[in-house]
């Protein structure tokens, strides 16, 4: 079975008492037809009514071999369980089109999804981001357990960075999981822990400046958008959570919570997703 989306099954013939009303399954080691786009397109179909012009769906160049819900979930779940496979955004737009697309990064995201503050602009009332060293390590040891059954040791260290040769080792325990290429993946965390960067929350209120010269109300940003202060030394951040206070025109926005290449490696192995062979679509 490549690619099933049934929404009801109904029979006259019930003998346990359990009427099926909605199968979701994806997975195919047979075709190259599902994809995390087609999943989450699929996902978003309560909204969209199926209609191609209300999604906006990116090529992931991914396919997805194994994606079997097993227990009671929601399409939200899912979605997050998908979209981690390449760490990408998704969500609506103004004009209920559902989108799922890279983010944006530093240099090339558009002025119109910069928002730009400062410590005189009225619209910020609270600052709370700071450069976080707290998990920096340069040393990590992991425990897998291979394909085989047997537990291996993997080790990464790295002395150019803040801490020198001083290390700080990261122990971590992945023998309650079957780990491919799991090299990579200590490479991958340590990578991830090796420098700092800034994480916290701010509060916005009111109308907030684009790097375009435009203005929009602060209870329009939404995840993906990116934020820059310009009274601090780092650039752009990406903003990854936003809750708002209708009444006080308010909003509260999380930066520097975005899923690490580790957390994308075992999320791909997870779902067995893989690089579509080039020349296929």
Not at 88 to 105: A, D, I, K, L
Not at 165 to 185: E, P
Request: charged share 25%; hydrophobic share 35%; with cysteine.
């Amino acid at each position: 079975m490549r690619y099933l989306v049934g929404e009801r099954i109904e029979t006259d013939y019930r003998p346990f008492g359990v009427d099926i009303t909605k199968i979701l399954v994806y997975g195919s080691a047979l075709g190259d037809d599902v994809t995390p786009e087609r999943v989450m397109m699929n996902l978003a179909r309560p909204v969209t009514g199926g209609d191609i012009d209300k999604t906006d769906c990116d090529d992931t160049g991914y396919i997805i071999e194994q994606l079997c819900i097993s227990e009671p979930t929601t399409r939200r779940q899912v979605m997050d369980e998908v979209a981690a496979t390449v760490d990408w955004n998704y969500g609506f737009e103004e004009n209920r089109t559902f989108f799922f697309r890279q983010p944006f990064r530093a240099d090339d995201v558009p002025d119109s999804q910069l928002i730009v503050v400062s410590s005189a602009d009225p619209a910020l009332r609270e600052w709370d981001v700071r450069v976080d060293r707290r998990e920096l390590c340069n040393r990590v040891v992991a425990y897998v357990r291979t394909k085989d059954g047997h537990a291996n040791c993997y080790i990464a260290s790295e002395p150019d960075g803040p801490l020198g040769t001083h290390y700080q080792t990261k122990f971590l325990d992945l023998r309650d999981r079957t780990v491919n290429n799991a090299q990579q993946i200590v490479d991958a965390y340590l990578a991830d822990h090796l420098w700092p960067r800034p994480t916290g929350t701010l509060v916005l209120t009111g109308p907030v400046h684009l790097a375009d010269g435009s203005t929009i109300e602060a209870l329009h940003i939404r995840p993906g958008m990116m934020l820059q202060n310009v009274d601090t030394d780092f650039g752009p951040q990406m903003i990854e959570h936003v809750t708002g206070r209708l009444a006080a025109r308010e909003v509260t926005l999380t930066l520097g919570q975005r899923s690490s290449r580790f957390d994308r490696m075992l999320a791909r192995q997870q779902l067995q997703a893989r690089k579509r062979p080039k020349g296929k679509k």
